[in-house]
């Protein structure tokens, strides 16, 4: 069975600077998506980052970035220049691919919540 | 504008109660899907459905109900609350394209006194 494993369960960085979630995950298959989602406190939890496992290089968005290792099964999330405004929980997500009835299943780590300090 | 919608946001309400908690999308999507959270903890699958009358329970085992009678819509009800459903309640959909990401509601924050 995949699992998705996040082993910081909290992280702490300073305004500015730059921070790196760490994300494992194990899987047999070879065709898969990533997601790294942002859940603000109290608030929606919305999509960061997509990464597809068939594509090599790594996926970047403004200041999120990813480091993508397929044959590691790992997939950490780089916040560069973090604002106070980053602050969240964040989750990593792995889907599976289509079954032949067009099922998946998207399996969720258990989160890191980072601070960032002023 | 497309989005996901869930009324109502937060509910506090007394032990035997039978409640249920909305869920909308506007985005088209066909598969959508419950999630039990606790404030700042994991996320667990309690009910998905990928299409009109079709509803699965998930991973973690819920006393809760859910029904799919229209695409955009996708209910969820407990018929006699308890404290031990006191948890945040997240609605979430998916298009079901290739690597298509789970677009999520804001949440029911749900206490039962």
């Known amino acids: 069975a995949q699992t998705v494993t996040q082993s910081q369960p909290e992280m702490s960085v300073q305004e500015a600077e730059t921070v790196t979630l760490s994300c494992t995950y194990d899987?047999?298959?070879?065709?898969?998506?990533l997601f790294w989602y942002k859940q603000p406190p109290s608030r929606q939890m919305i999509l960061v980052i997509r990464q597809e496992a068939y594509k090599q290089q790594n996926a970047t968005e403004n200041r999120f970035s990813v480091n993508f290792q397929k044959a590691a099964k790992s997939f950490s999330l780089k916040i560069s220049d973090s604002q106070l405004g980053d602050a969240a929980m964040y989750f990593c997500a792995y889907r599976s691919p289509s079954g032949g009835s067009g099922t998946y299943k998207y399996i969720f780590g258990t989160g890191t919540r980072l601070k960032v300090l002023a | 504008e497309a989005d996901i919608y869930q009324t109502p946001r937060y509910l506090v309400i007394g032990t035997g109660k039978k409640i249920t908690l909305e869920c909308s999308q506007t985005m088209g999507h066909d598969k959508m899907y419950w999630y039990q959270q606790d404030p700042g903890m994991e996320l667990h699958l309690i009910h998905y459905s990928y299409g009109v009358n079709s509803t699965e329970k998930g991973d973690l085992s819920s006393e809760s109900t859910v029904s799919r009678i229209r695409t955009e819509h996708f209910p969820l009800t407990l018929e006699s609350a308890r404290p031990s459903h006191t948890s945040q309640y997240l609605c979430a959909s998916s298009d079901g394209l290739a690597g298509g990401p789970l677009f999520f509601g804001p949440g029911t924050r749900l206490t039962v006194l």
């Open positions: 899987t047999s298959e070879s065709d898969y998506y």
